[in-house]
């Protein structure tokens, strides 16, 4: 008998906060600005922090507030800040942005002593490895953000270049002014 009360005590409880939960929801939304969810789209979204913000909300925040720079995001590149000017219709200047290869971290096993203080720093967990145990990156989620390559103490990390593949390559853009054109 007293389990058919407990069980009607919960269910009535249940009913009762997850309706008052609704409501809260509801009536208490807070609108957000549809622009800065587009420019958020926009973005990596890897919450690296090279652009001096936490991560891509708060950038594109100050991007729609007018703190900041269209040309903000290095992962990004030449392409992103195009594309955040034209959407924001905002005077782009490139001459700070320089057009890089795209680069990975990469460990150097004979060097890596296991300190663990890559992988805690690492934004989008790119390295994998354990305390004591030699560490490696997976090169797919790393954006080359630099910051493992700050804190290793004995410098087995270094960015390269990301090794071309059939999977990576892109056909270069054409040559301006060919001769015999």
């Not at 967990?125 to 305390?131: L, M, R, S, T």
């Not at 804190?151 to 390269?160: G, N, Q, S």
Request: charged letters at 15%.
């Amino acid at each position: 008998m007293y389990i058919l009360y407990a069980i009607f005590a919960l269910t009535a409880l249940g009913l009762g906060l997850g309706y008052a939960l609704g409501a809260a929801a509801r009536y208490l939304k807070v609108e957000a600005n549809p622009l800065v969810d587009e420019i958020e789209a926009l973005m990596p979204g890897s919450q690296c922090g090279q652009c001096g913000y936490p991560g891509c909300r708060p950038a594109a925040e100050a991007l729609v507030a007018g703190n900041a720079a269209p040309t903000l995001c290095p992962p990004g590149g030449r392409a992103l800040a195009e594309q955040l000017a034209n959407m924001l219709s905002l005077e782009l200047d490139l001459s700070g942005v320089k057009e890089q290869v795209p680069m990975v971290a990469r460990v150097d096993e004979t060097l890596c002593i296991g300190c663990a203080r890559c992988f805690k720093v690492c934004p989008t967990d790119a390295i994998v490895g354990a305390q004591k145990q030699i560490h490696a990156v997976v090169a797919d989620a790393c954006t080359a953000c630099n910051k493992c390559v700050d804190v290793c103490p004995t410098e087995c990390l270094k960015l390269h270049p990301v090794k071309v593949t059939l999977r990576n390559w892109r056909w270069p853009a054409p040559a301006t002014g060919m001769a015999g054109a």
